[in-house]
Structures are given as C-alpha cells and as structure tokens.
C-alpha cells in the first residue's frame, strides 16, 4: 500500500472518533508576542474548562518550554524516530496546560515509511481523544515550515503589532499564504488579532487598514478577535516565566485574552464546524510534502 493509499485509511478510521479543534498561532515577523499569546489563550481555554496541548512548531526554538519554565524530556522527532508514544513526549506544564516540544521540525517526513506514518500519525490522532484544544505554535515568517502548518490549518490566528514593519510583513504572510498552491479559502480561515494596542479602538483601527487591502487584493477570509494591551504585569509575568493570565488574572492583558477566548468559543458554537483534528491536519502535512 503506498503513502497515499494508508493516509486515506488513517483518516477513514478517524471519521468516527471525537476531534480536537486546532488552533494555528503566526505571525509575519518574529518578537510580536505569539508565543506568549499562544500560552495565554491555552490558560484561559482551561480556565473555561477545556483541556488543551501546545504544539511548539517553532523549530529550533524552545519558546514554549522557556515561557512555561519547564524542560521537556522529549520532543516530536521522539516520537517519529525513537518509537516514543505521545504521551511520552507531552509535558505538562502550568494549570494542567501540555506541550510538545517540536525538536528539529517535520523535515524527513516526506521521506518516512509507511508503517512510521502510520504510527505518526495514529499516536497524533490520541491527541483528539484527551484534548479539546490544541494550540500549534509556529514560526514566524514565511518559510516554508511554517506554510506547511499554515495551508493544513482550518483555523489561523494571526498576531500582528501596530509596527509598521510587522503589519507589512502580515501582509507578506497573507499574501504568501493566498498564493500557496495548497491554499484553500474553503477550507481556511484567518483571524487576526491586535497585540501591543494602546486600546481596543486601536486594534479594530490596525485590522481595519489590513483588511482593506485584503479585501482589495486578496480577497480571502479574513476576521477580528480582538487586541492585547500594553500591560506592564504582562512583561512582569514573562520575566518570571508565568502566563500573565495566571499570576495577574485581573490585569488588562489577561481580560484580553479572556475575550478572545469568548469569541473563539461563540463562533464555535454558532458555525459548529466539522474539525478535521490532529490526524488529519498532518495527514494533510505530509501529503503535501509527498506532492511537492
């Protein structure tokens, strides 16, 4: 049976399980707060009662563990090359809140047999069963690592600053997310929010003038959640590697975060959209890989 043949197969035993919704977290420049705002939004998603994985997709940098204060013992190449099960390779971190550490990234997947997709993928889709949310953490940028993630994504959040520079460069990833031949606006939604706003007023004013290019250009599904503030008790809680949500719960940022969580959780209910869950999203990643 070749790749393609077992892939199909994966998904079909999938169809019938519970699914997870996934969350892809980006950005078009790095130090924006991504990170950070991925780590927050998995706190306030437990806080309302959902259990949630972080995948640090972040290849190279250890982002998650470094916020969270905690180090890993293993990591997705782990599981991919030393026969490690899933829960060997989540770490749990504050509030009951698990992460994958993404190790050296999804490089060699294109490359993998048949019986290692489907171990891979198999272990992934025990992520659906104890876990309502999961959080994948990208790079930022327009690599093709993170393209990879993004055109495999039903759900993108898109963090953007008012610095001109990361504004262009949301641009830039939108523009290179339109364009990517695996791309589909069906299938896809991005939604953006404001991080680093003086006031909510200035978050809808940013997303505003990056959706009036979209629209013009583009012409792609593009949202609003919300911003994040400038908040010195969220630069306080980084320093002392703690979500700004748990040790100031009351503080502008982390009710911030609450909203946008809200919003996320309405909309679910409102669309109540078919999730396509962890096997499928890289099932997704390496059949585009295995095209390529």
């Not at 809140?97 to 992934?124: C, E, H, K, R």
């Not at 809200?262 to 099932?283: C, I, T, Y």
């Amino acid at each position: 049976m070749d790749q393609a043949s077992q892939l199909r197969v994966i998904k079909a035993n999938q169809l019938n399980k519970p699914l997870a919704r996934v969350l892809t977290v980006t950005s078009g420049k790095g130090g924006v707060g991504k990170s950070n705002t991925s780590i927050n939004l998995a706190i306030q998603f437990r806080k309302m009662g959902k259990r949630v994985v972080i995948l640090d997709a972040d290849f190279g940098l250890a982002n998650i563990e470094i916020m969270f204060g905690c180090m890993p013992k293993h990591n997705l190449c782990d599981l991919i090359y030393q026969g490690k099960s899933i829960k060997d390779i989540i770490t749990q971190g504050p509030m009951e809140v698990g992460f994958i550490s993404g190790g050296s990234g999804i490089a060699g997947m294109g490359n993998l047999t048949v019986d290692q997709l489907n171990y891979i993928i198999n272990n992934l889709a025990e992520l659906d069963a104890f876990a309502d949310v999961i959080i994948i953490d990208t790079g930022a940028g327009i690599s093709d690592a993170v393209m990879e993630f993004l055109v495999a994504s039903e759900e993108i959040l898109l963090v953007t600053t008012p610095e001109p520079t990361s504004i262009t460069d949301s641009y830039s990833l939108l523009k290179a997310l339109y364009r990517h031949p695996k791309y589909s606006p069906e299938a896809t939604t991005v939604k953006m929010i404001a991080n680093r706003v003086e006031k909510e007023e200035d978050g809808k004013t940013l997303y505003n003038k990056l959706d009036l290019v979209v629209k013009k250009y583009l012409k792609m599904p593009f949202e609003y959640l919300g911003g994040v503030p400038q908040d010195e008790k969220l630069v306080k809680a980084v320093m002392q590697q703690t979500p700004v949500t748990m040790m100031y719960p009351g503080s502008k940022a982390s009710i911030a975060y609450e909203n946008i969580v809200s919003r996320l959780m309405n909309k679910e209910d409102a669309v109540k959209q078919p999730k396509r869950g962890m096997a499928a999203f890289f099932s997704h990643i390496i059949s585009n890989k295995n095209k390529s």
